[in-house]
């Protein structure tokens, strides 16, 4: 049976307590009773359902209830679900005709499969979708676990999550980097101020992740910590990847040959491995098309379609970006299913949840500035990976697509975005807004630089001074999330950019065009 090992020296530090209770399923199974190890959550929430998820430290039989009454009266309970080995003891079950527009309660049971023993319930609430006009309101950053911050407890852990918690949104958005998988971590980081990080530290987070066992361990991770635990049982997450969930800057035809950290050097093998941890541990929907697809549209309301994109799987090599054909980025098939989903949109917004900045430049070689990790590849006009972005920019003005915002994180710093054919090389297009805000529990860094092709001209932003430096530790307090409120009387979408602190850094109206 897999387990989440700690290390001798966390165990000294006295933090076995926490990490046995959650992660370590020789323990629990000695009380007798079956545990579940990590808490709940809810995703890809509709207007009559969504998706749960739990694991449990045995095999099991996973029993959903629920009601519309925190008391659980009248409780109706799901067709139990069976986890074990294949899929480490995670299941998610989707619950289906559920009342819209309605808080809804649930709680997971996890019977032993050997003598039907329950396990004590975990309870969790979402709120479905409404089939009419009410006010929305939800969250996004990314960004977690990253650049060797991890759940530090002296310091409250990962508080930025028990910020957003305090809004009581309707859902979050998790723009990607869910994990670092790419990212070992140290027992203790000395912090210029002087004083030591103190992670807390499990076996699997001392080296980066190859092994299936390995990519599981590094979302585990995250939910060992209570904030998160506290944020995922009340609010549903809704999950999309970027490059960490795999390692830095990947993409699908890479081969570490100078990677001396791992053995495996086939990134398409580590990325399938990933991919499948990814949705075995996020409460995604599954794609009878495509198993592990990330890309999809989540509609919550009349007000809102989230069209969430993957810039990842489907890209070409990462490169100087200067081909004047062309080069993959989000691949055909991704590219017009979104264009037939935007058509179909009856939404007043249209938001595109991106895993990474159009108009900022992302280097893969940022020693040099000659290779490129995103679209932007410099100043100029549509060339290699921005040919896509062109291609969607274009569809969006010539359908009359009204009403569209990115959001977005990826850079480890907070800004607001807006683009113009004016300003722009490329001319194509509607003039639109982009939103980034992150990290949620990493290193802090930025600025980036920008690229003139789709007019980009920085609103707002927020980021480590030149004196302050790079990779800011989370309790240096730059650490960013973003709200956003759609108020159902007149349909204007209000965007703010917030730190952990809950501080409102910046603000801006969007009135929708109607018609």
């Not at 966390?10 to 190890?37: D, H, K, W």
């Given at each position: 049976?897999?387990?989440?090992?700690?290390?001798?020296?966390?165990?000294?530090?006295?933090?076995?307590?926490?990490?046995?209770?959650?992660a370590m399923p020789g323990l629990?199974?000695?009380?007798?009773?079956?545990?579940?190890?990590?808490?709940?959550?809810?995703?890809?929430?509709?207007?009559?359902?969504?998706?749960?998820?739990?694991?449990?430290?045995?095999?099991?039989?996973?029993?959903?209830?629920?009601?519309?009454?925190?008391?659980?009266?009248?409780?109706?309970?799901?067709?139990?679900?069976?986890?074990?080995?294949?899929?480490?003891?995670?299941?998610?079950?989707?619950?289906?005709?559920?009342?819209?527009?309605?808080?809804?309660?649930y709680r997971v049971t996890m019977?032993?499969?050997?003598?039907?023993?329950?396990?004590?319930?975990?309870?969790?609430?979402?709120?479905?979708?409404?089939?009419?006009?009410?006010?929305?309101?939800?969250?996004?950053?990314?960004?977690?676990?990253?650049?060797?911050?991890?759940?530090?407890?002296?310091?409250?852990?990962?508080?930025?999550?028990?910020?957003?918690?305090?809004?009581?949104?309707?859902?979050?958005?998790?723009?990607?980097?869910?994990?670092?998988?790419?990212?070992?971590?140290?027992?203790?980081?000395?912090?210029?101020?002087?004083?030591?990080?103190?992670?807390?530290?499990?076996?699997?987070?001392?080296?980066?992740?190859?092994?299936?066992?390995?990519?599981?361990?590094?979302?585990?991770?995250?939910?060992?910590?209570?904030?998160?635990?506290?944020?995922?049982?009340?609010?549903?997450?809704?999950?999309?990847?970027?490059?960490?969930?795999?390692?830095?800057?990947?993409?699908?035809?890479?081969?570490?040959?100078?990677?001396d950290r791992y053995a495996e050097?086939?990134?398409?093998?580590?990325?399938?491995?990933?991919?499948?941890?990814?949705?075995?541990?996020?409460?995604?929907?599954?794609?009878?098309?495509?198993?592990?697809?990330?890309?999809?549209?989540?509609?919550?309301?009349?007000?809102?379609?989230?069209?969430?994109?993957?810039?990842?799987?489907?890209?070409?090599?990462?490169?100087?970006?200067?081909?004047?054909?062309?080069?993959?980025?989000?691949?055909?098939?991704?590219?017009?299913?979104?264009?037939?989903?935007?058509?179909?949109?009856?939404?007043?917004?249209?938001?595109?949840?991106?895993?990474?900045?159009?108009?900022?430049?992302?280097?893969?070689?940022?020693?040099?500035?000659?290779?490129?990790?995103?679209?932007?590849?410099?100043?100029?006009?549509?060339?290699?990976?921005?040919?896509?972005?062109?291609?969607?920019?274009?569809?969006?003005?010539?359908?009359?697509?009204?009403?569209?915002?990115?959001?977005?994180?990826?850079?480890?710093?907070?800004?607001?975005?807006?683009?113009?054919?004016?300003?722009?090389?490329?001319?194509?297009?509607?003039?639109?807004?982009?939103?980034?805000?992150?990290?949620?529990?990493?290193?802090?860094?930025?600025?980036?630089?920008?690229?003139?092709?789709?007019?980009?001209?920085?609103?707002?932003?927020?980021?480590?001074?030149?004196?302050?430096?790079?990779?800011?530790?989370?309790?240096?307090?730059?650490?960013?999330?973003?709200?956003?409120?759609?108020?159902?009387?007149?349909?204007?979408?209000?965007?703010?950019?917030?730190?952990?602190?809950?501080?409102?850094?910046?603000?801006?109206?969007?009135?929708?065009?109607?018609?």
């Amino acid at each position: 049976m897999s387990s989440i090992r700690i290390s001798r020296r966390q165990a000294l530090a006295g933090s076995a307590a926490l990490v046995s209770s959650l992660a370590m399923p020789g323990l629990s199974r000695a009380a007798g009773r079956p545990v579940l190890t990590h808490g709940v959550q809810s995703g890809d929430v509709a207007h009559d359902g969504a998706v749960i998820w739990a694991r449990a430290d045995r095999e099991a039989n996973m029993v959903v209830e629920w009601s519309t009454s925190e008391s659980f009266a009248n409780a109706q309970v799901v067709q139990p679900l069976s986890v074990g080995d294949p899929t480490d003891f995670t299941g998610k079950l989707v619950l289906q005709g559920l009342p819209s527009d309605q808080d809804i309660f649930y709680r997971v049971t996890m019977n032993d499969l050997s003598d039907n023993t329950p396990s004590a319930p975990v309870t969790g609430h979402f709120r479905t979708a409404p089939g009419g006009l009410r006010d929305v309101s939800f969250v996004w950053s990314g960004d977690t676990a990253g650049q060797g911050w991890g759940i530090d407890d002296s310091r409250g852990g990962m508080t930025t999550y028990r910020t957003m918690l305090g809004h009581r949104p309707d859902f979050m958005i998790h723009s990607g980097d869910t994990v670092y998988a790419d990212g070992p971590m140290k027992p203790e980081v000395e912090l210029k101020d002087g004083t030591v990080w103190k992670n807390l530290l499990v076996e699997e987070k001392t080296k980066v992740a190859e092994t299936l066992q390995e990519f599981r361990a590094q979302y585990l991770y995250n939910m060992l910590d209570q904030n998160v635990r506290a944020f995922n049982a009340e609010v549903p997450v809704l999950y999309q990847w970027d490059d960490h969930e795999v390692l830095n800057n990947w993409y699908p035809n890479e081969i570490l040959a100078s990677d001396d950290r791992y053995a495996e050097k086939s990134v398409r093998k580590l990325a399938a491995r990933s991919a499948r941890a990814f949705h075995e541990m996020y409460p995604i929907r599954r794609s009878a098309a495509e198993p592990r697809r990330v890309y999809r549209k989540v509609s919550y309301g009349p007000l809102l379609d989230i069209f969430f994109l993957d810039m990842r799987s489907y890209r070409g090599d990462n490169g100087a970006n200067d081909q004047p054909e062309g080069a993959p980025f989000l691949g055909a098939e991704q590219l017009e299913w979104l264009k037939r989903a935007l058509t179909a949109s009856q939404a007043t917004w249209k938001v595109f949840a991106a895993d990474m900045p159009l108009g900022m430049i992302v280097y893969d070689n940022w020693r040099e500035k000659n290779t490129f990790e995103n679209s932007s590849n410099g100043d100029g006009p549509v060339l290699g990976r921005e040919a896509d972005i062109a291609d969607l920019l274009a569809f969006v003005k010539h359908a009359g697509v009204k009403n569209t915002v990115w959001l977005t994180a990826d850079v480890h710093y907070t800004a607001a975005h807006h683009y113009s054919p004016e300003r722009a090389e490329f001319q194509d297009f509607e003039p639109f807004w982009e939103f980034v805000s992150g990290p949620l529990h990493a290193g802090t860094f930025g600025p980036n630089d920008y690229d003139n092709t789709f007019g980009v001209e920085v609103k707002y932003a927020k980021h480590p001074s030149k004196e302050q430096g790079i990779n800011l530790p989370p309790s240096e307090g730059l650490q960013f999330f973003g709200k956003v409120d759609i108020a159902a009387a007149s349909g204007v979408m209000t965007v703010r950019l917030m730190d952990s602190a809950d501080k409102e850094l910046w603000s801006v109206d969007l009135e929708p065009k109607l018609g």
